[in-house]
């Protein structure tokens, strides 16, 4: 399903970190790019309404209001419960019943592939677990869109790999944007990029769009690992970052 952001704008106090964005974030997985405080934490956050833009909204198709599920950077499970019972009950902060919170607290540790860890409890779990977990966390609920900032930071290769592998299924019949600077992030698992820069969308396309548009005069396309090798700076130079 689609999500529209139209002219969100956003500041800490009279500093301005959003400003007037424009985007529709598609259905399958999407990266959001940026250089650190690009403001790719404060976007994830006005979206999931944590924090309310000072301008602009957020709709779904038919005007219905939508229901995400986000996955913090740093989030702490209490290490006492059981996995089970930590996403039951994100699941019923998010409006499902009790009656109805074990068989989805069920769905949502399967499509993380950790229903043998339902009944352990979170200080068991290695890191990788534990962030699969708030993944099914995330999911419970069964949101139009999940969200996700920067899901794989922490992680060890093998870890990294699962959760890609995780993501990347989740994404297939879902609408999901993640923040990241793992450029095997957005290799393995992005059908589409969206790049911040000062407060604006500098680019929404697909990694091959990308790409091309750096390339610009027909040269071989370059590959992304060397555009970001090269910094954010050229980037935004090439994309007519001019403000
Ligand atoms: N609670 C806050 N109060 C004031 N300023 C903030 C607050 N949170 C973030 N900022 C500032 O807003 C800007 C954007 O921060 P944000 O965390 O959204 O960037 P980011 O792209 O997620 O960065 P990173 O890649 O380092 O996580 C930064 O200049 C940051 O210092």
Redesign the pocket.
């Known amino acids: 399903m689609d999500i529209t952001l139209h002219g969100v704008s956003f500041g800490?106090?009279r500093?301005p970190?959003l400003r007037d964005i424009d985007w529709t974030i598609r259905p399958g997985v999407t990266g959001l790019l940026?250089?650190?405080?690009?403001?790719?934490?404060?976007?994830l956050s006005v979206l999931v309404g944590l924090l309310r833009p000072k301008s602009g909204s957020i709709t779904l198709p038919g005007d219905t209001t939508p229901r995400f599920g986000f996955v913090p950077?740093r989030f702490s499970l209490p290490g006492e419960m059981r996995a089970a019972d930590c996403v039951q009950y994100t699941a019923w902060i998010n409006g499902v019943s009790r009656a109805a919170a074990p068989a989805a607290a069920e769905r949502a540790l399967a499509s993380v592939d950790l229903s043998h860890k339902a009944s352990a409890r979170v200080r068991s779990l290695s890191g990788g677990q534990r962030q699969r977990l708030g993944v099914a966390a995330g999911l419970a609920h069964d949101p139009d869109v999940l969200v996700l900032d920067?899901p794989t930071v922490g992680l060890d290769p093998s870890q990294r790999v699962r959760i890609r592998e995780v993501i990347a299924k989740i994404g297939e019949t879902r609408t999901v944007l993640l923040?990241t600077?793992v450029l095997e992030d957005v290799r393995f698992l992005c059908q589409r990029v969206g790049v911040?820069a000062r407060g604006k969308l500098a680019f929404d396309g697909t990694v091959e769009e990308i790409e091309a548009k750096i390339a610009g005069d027909g040269s071989a396309p370059s590959r992304l690992e060397s555009i970001l090798e090269r910094g954010y700076r050229t980037l935004l130079d090439t994309l007519g970052d001019d403000d």
């Open positions: 800490y106090g500093k970190v940026g250089e650190n405080g690009a403001g790719k934490t404060t976007l950077q920067e923040s600077h911040l």
